[in-house]
């Protein structure tokens, strides 16, 4: 769920889950990040007055209304009370139902715990011609039988072309004696250009006829009904120490990244009509990721796919502006369906729990204004030198769909990522005083160069923002001021608080009402003009 973390411990049951050794047995996330996460009991550890539908174990079940079941999102329920709470093979998802108990039969099955693909001398990236094999682990391995079955279940992908293979069944086998529930196979040999979504199944090995599915990764309420993998060309041999970063998806998807931004961010602006944002401005267009560093190649966990969502990177002034790309005499690969083919920005974003070194969103810079990148590399340096926020930076080549398209830099975005790696370094720094920084309230000054024409944006120089284009001053601020940290919050209540508080101040030149200690601490403390 978004913006929702749980770390689940065992312990002793007790009626408090947030004291230490407190058992929690069944977790509800809401799925919309403004609403509070909430939580009850199905093995009797809250009292059944805190959480309706919960029970304190000398009750049965209180009957549940319908509206507590009719919230968004999955319940976690804990398959059986003997189970381990910190093991994830002692829980399934299911929809919201507190009060009922848990299906009984799960307690007497292995779950599919992790599946791994990994390549000999490439970690998780597979490379064309290369071995691959795929282990599945299933726990408890105590309750993996000999006749338990697992197969691997995959298709071939061609994500230019968009198109998927049949469905293919191979066996996987358990050879490992120490180890009952490692089940392991090899990988099809496949070229480069190739993406493979796979999922692993535990099959009834007493079933006769149909396959009966028992268990599955992933399992029936993830987000996607497969993994994958992606299929590249080896590293040159002066690509060794470099960061490669490969994106596959149709021209058409390309075509609409180019597309989307090319009315501008404000539609309909001219003067006595409508004002409106324009929603393909920051629209997004589904693409698959292979991040290939040398890092990468020497971590067996690195994940050999992303699901992303890409865009062009930008303001609304250099967003669409390219240096031109001779598909002709340079690139051969087919290119987007129809627009300009240039050298854009690229904003990748991933999942919240699949993330590329640490972050949801990096940025693919295209070295416009700054051809070498030196400029924006030492900008970066010196502002970490100095012990302030600063975006990592390095050169990565760019392949579309498979061939080598040019040279950009990567740049971490400057969101809650960002914020959170420098507060953690902070506090790992300063372990005999530890600051213990939390990430704190991060807005972007995102505004218009005019009051008039430009729909719910107004100038972001910090000065109250009246209501405009039937757009009210919240509405406009939220627009003007983007936030890019606690984004689960989803507000500018404080913000627009915090504007109203300095104009009041009036912080301005000729000013009599300011008391002058105040506009002291400004000064020391503020870049206030």
């Given at each position: 769920?978004a ?11 007790g009626?408090?889950?947030?004291v230490?050794?407190g ?7 809401y799925?919309e ?6 939580l ?5 550890v809250?009292?059944s007055?805190?959480v ?17 079941t ?7 329920h804990?398959?059986?009370?003997a189970r381990d709470a ?11 139902a ?5 299906d009984?039969s ?5 779950l599919?715990?992790?599946v791994?693909v ?16 795929v ?5 408890p391995a105590?309750?993996?039988a000999v006749?338990t079955r697992v197969d691997?279940v995959?298709r ?5 072309a ?6 293919v069944?191979?066996?996987l086998?358990?050879t ?5 529930g490692?089940?392991v196979?090899p990988l099809p040999a ?6 493979v979504?796979?999922?692993a199944?535990?099959v ?5 006829g ?8 992933p399992r ?8 994958m ?5 080896p ?13 596959f998806?149709?021209p058409d998807?390309?075509?609409?990244a180019?597309r989307?931004p090319t009315?501008?961010?404000c539609?309909n ?13 920051n629209a997004r267009?589904?693409a698959?990721?292979?991040y ?9 966990v690195a ?14 002034f250099?967003?669409l ?12 690969t087919?290119?987007?369906s ?10 990748v974003?991933?999942a ?5 070194r ?8 295209k ?6 990148g030196?400029t924006?590399?030492l900008?970066?340096?010196?502002h970490a030198?100095t012990?302030t926020?600063?975006?990592?930076h390095?050169?990565v080549?760019l ?6 398209l ?14 959170q790696?420098?507060t ?12 213990e920084?939390?990430?704190?309230d991060l807005f972007?000054a995102?505004?218009?160069?005019s009051d008039?024409?430009?729909g719910?944006w ?8 009246d209501a405009h284009?039937g757009?009210s ?17 989803g ?5 627009a608080?915090l ?17 002058p200690?105040?506009?002291?601490w400004?000064?020391?403390n503020?870049d206030?003009?």
């Open positions: 769920a913006g929702a973390e749980w770390s689940l411990g065992v312990g002793p049951a009626y408090d889950p947030f230490p050794g058992l929690i047995d069944d977790v509800r996330v799925s990040a403004r609403e509070p996460a909430t009850h009991a199905q093995q009797g809250l009292p007055a805190d309706p539908g919960a029970t304190d174990g000398s009750t049965a079940p209180a009957v549940v209304e319908p509206a507590v009719e919230m968004k999102g999955l319940s976690l804990r398959v059986a009370a910190d093991k994830s093979h002692s829980w399934v998802a299911r929809q919201p507190p009060g009922v108990p848990a009984a799960l307690a007497s099955q292995p599919v715990t992790d791994q990994s390549a000999a001398g490439s970690g998780g990236i597979v490379y064309a011609a290369s071995p691959a094999q282990e599945v682990t299933l726990r105590s309750l993996v006749s691997l995959y071939v992908v061609d994500p230019v968009g198109t998927r293979g049949d469905e069944r191979v066996p086998a358990s490992n004696p120490e180890d009952a490692l089940f196979g496949l070229p480069a250009g190739t993406v979504e796979y999922a199944e535990v009834d090995g007493n079933a006769t149909a396959v009966v599915v028992t268990a599955r990764s029936t309420w993830d987000p996607f009904a497969y993994h993998y992606g299929v590249i060309p590293p040159a041999q002066d690509e060794l120490d470099h960061t490669r970063v490969f994106l998806w149709t998807s390309w075509a609409n180019i989307s009315d501008g961010r539609v602006c001219d003067a006595g009509s409508e004002c409106c944002p324009n929603p393909q401005w267009q589904p698959i990721l292979v290939d560093s040398h890092k990468s190649r020497d971590d067996k994940r050999p796919a992303y699901a992303a969502r890409v865009r062009l990177q930008g303001s609304r250099n967003r502006r390219g240096s031109a790309i001779d598909q002709a005499g340079v690139w051969s087919i290119g987007p129809s627009g300009s083919f240039e050298a854009y920005s690229y904003s974003k991933v919240d729990y699949a993330r590329v640490g972050r949801q969103t990096f940025l693919l810079n070295m416009r204004s700054c051809c070498t030196f924006t590399g900008h970066f340096q010196t030198a012990g926020v600063a975006a990592t390095r050169f080549s392949y579309m769909n498979g061939e080598f040019r040279v950009t830099t990567e740049l971490d975005h400057g969101d809650e990522d960002l914020i790696a420098w953690d370094d902070v506090n790992e720094r300063c372990v005999s005083q530890p600051m920084l939390d990430v704190g972007k995102q505004g218009s160069s008039t024409n430009d719910p107004g100038r972001g120089d910090m000065f109250p923002l284009c757009f001053p919240l509405e406009r601020y939220s627009y003007t001021y983007g936030r890019k940290t606690n984004k689960a919050l507000t500018h209540d404080d913000f608080t504007l109203d508080a300095l104009d009041d101040l009036s912080l301005g030149s000729g000013n009599d009402d300011c008391p200690e105040t506009l002291a400004f000064e020391a503020l206030v003009e």
